[in-house]
Antibody, heavy 120, light 106 residues
Framework: QVQLVESGGGVVQPGGSLRLSCAAS????????MHWVRQAPGKGLEWVAF????????YYADSVKGRFTISRDNSKNTLYLQMNSLRAEDTAVYYC?????????????WGQGTLVTVSS | DIQMTQSPSSLSASVGDRVTITCQAS??????LNWYQQKPGKAPKLLIY???NLETGVPSRFSGSGSGTDFTFTISSLQPEDIATYYC????????FGGGTKVEIK
């Protein structure tokens, strides 16, 4: 069965950096696009980024463009999110999610999330 | 950017009631619309894709309709286990989620 396990969350100061990881299993990771979606405490869902199955195309929300970088290592079945210049408004639970297609469409399977807190 | 406006933001209904949630896109998105359910403390779950197609294993009391800019999500007979927040999401241009609708039991 599909399993996605996020890690790397924690407390970071404003302006700092953090890298999240998402370990995938139960499917052929190198064949599917992947997303990062976040949810601030008590708020709704916000899509963050998508990467094609082969890493050749990446899409970002305007709110993170230029600060966050999505990447993947298909040899390790792992998805990453490098987050730089972090702001208080980036505080959220970050989920990785599996898509079914070549372009971003739907989040079919989700991890349990990892909490990022940006605070001094 | 495409904006998704969901209404209402919350509702309270009795077990067995028909519940309807609407989602409006800021521009024509054809049928590129999905619906998710999120229970407290859990990750979201995809219920409906392409506006009206039920994901495998999802009870038939859930349904979706619409195209263009106006979409509807319906629970035909509300059950206690349906207590959750529901989100629409467009994928005509990247992804955008609606603000969510919290469904409670009266």
């Amino acid at each position: 069965q599909v399993q996605l396990v996020e890690s790397g969350g924690g407390v970071v100061q404003p302006g700092g950096s953090l890298r999240l990881s998402c370990a995938a299993s139960g499917f052929t990771f190198s064949s599917y696009g992947m997303h990062w979606v976040r949810q601030a405490p008590g708020k709704g869902l916000e899509w963050v980024a998508f990467i094609r199955y082969d890493g050749s195309n990446k899409y970002y929300a305007d709110s993170v463009k230029g600060r966050f970088t999505i990447s993947r290592d298909n040899s390790k079945n792992t998805l990453y999110l490098q987050m730089n210049s972090l702001r208080a408004e980036d505080t959220a639970v970050y989920y990785c999610a599996k898509d079914d297609g070549v372009v971003p469409a739907a989040c079919l399977y989700w991890g349990q999330g990892t909490l990022v807190t940006v605070s001094s | 950017d495409i904006q998704m406006t969901q209404s209402p933001s919350s509702l309270s209904a009795s077990v067995g009631d028909r519940v309807t949630i609407t989602c409006q896109a800021s521009q024509d998105i054809s049928n590129y619309l999905n619906w998710y359910q999120q229970k407290p403390g859990k990750a979201p779950k995809l219920l409906i894709y392409d506006a009206s197609n039920l994901e495998t294993g999802v009870p038939s009391r859930f349904s979706g309709s619409g195209s263009g800019t106006d979409f509807t999500f319906t629970i035909s007979s509300l059950q206690p286990e349906d207590i959750a927040t529901y989100y629409c999401q467009q994928y005509d241009n990247s992804l955008t989620f609606g603000g969510g609708t919290k469904v409670e039991i009266k």
